[in-house]
């Protein structure tokens, strides 16, 4: 009968920590790892960090419908979200602009709503061939649609964002890139806050 009650004890225990666990991951915060380097030097290849899932509202899982706003991505977050090209991935890039901004890329110039952006996250390789083709290029302009954002990895020569496959529906956005709690073999950015 003894045996019967420490049982139902540990069982019970775990039943609470699974569940605990479920909602942190679901609602509050997640871990990722990152396997490209495009966005570097930002972050690197064996990266692992911790995404607030709570900062852009609660939302209920699978219809990615928030029910509890808490606050929008600014220009400038490391937001990680849904591929909308393949909803099975899940990408990390910086947002650049945001519903209803004009977007227009020459070169390594970012320009939005006719001016020019501060890059100051963007890294393009020196010794790079496709940097010099990068030079030449032009995109834009495009309009952010309403409720979607337009996304850059920051390794700009090596980043498929936006650029190629187009915006990021707000409802795709999982949350925003806190902190790198692991990484190897780059231990020294180990508990490095992302900005």
């Known amino acids: 009968m003894k045996g019967k009650s420490v049982f ?11 569940i605990l666990a479920l909602f942190i991951r679901t609602f509050v915060v997640q871990a990722f790892k990152i396997p ?4 570097i030097p930002t972050l690197v290849v064996g990266d692992h960090l911790l995404v ?21 991505p600014k220009r400038g ?6 591929f909308p090209v393949d909803k099975s991935k899940d ?6 602009g945001l519903p209803g901004d004009k977007i227009e890329i020459i070169g390594k ?3 939005i709503n006719g001016k020019l952006y501060k890059n100051n996250h963007g890294y393009y390789a020196e010794d790079d061939p496709m940097a010099i083709s990068m030079e030449k290029n032009h995109f834009g302009p495009v309009i952010v649609p309403k409720g979607h954002l337009f996304v850059m990895g920051d390794n700009r020569n090596h980043s498929y964002d936006s650029r190629f ?3 990021v529906p707000l409802s795709y956005v999982k949350g925003k890139a806190m902190i790198i709690y692991w990484s190897w073999p780059h231990w020294k950015r180990f508990m490095k806050i992302i900005r």
């Open 91 to 96: 990408f990390i890039k910086r947002v650049i």
């Open 165 to 167: 496959w187009g915006f």
């Open 77 to 82: 977050d490391v937001i990680v979200f849904i």
């Open 8 to 18: 139902k004890e540990y069982a019970k225990s775990a039943i609470i920590a699974v």
């Open 109 to 111: 110039r970012i320009y």
């Open 36 to 39: 490209s380097g495009s966005m």
């Open 52 to 72: 607030n899932k709570f900062m852009y509202g609660v939302k209920i899982p699978f219809l990615r419908k928030t029910i509890i706003p808490v606050s929008q």
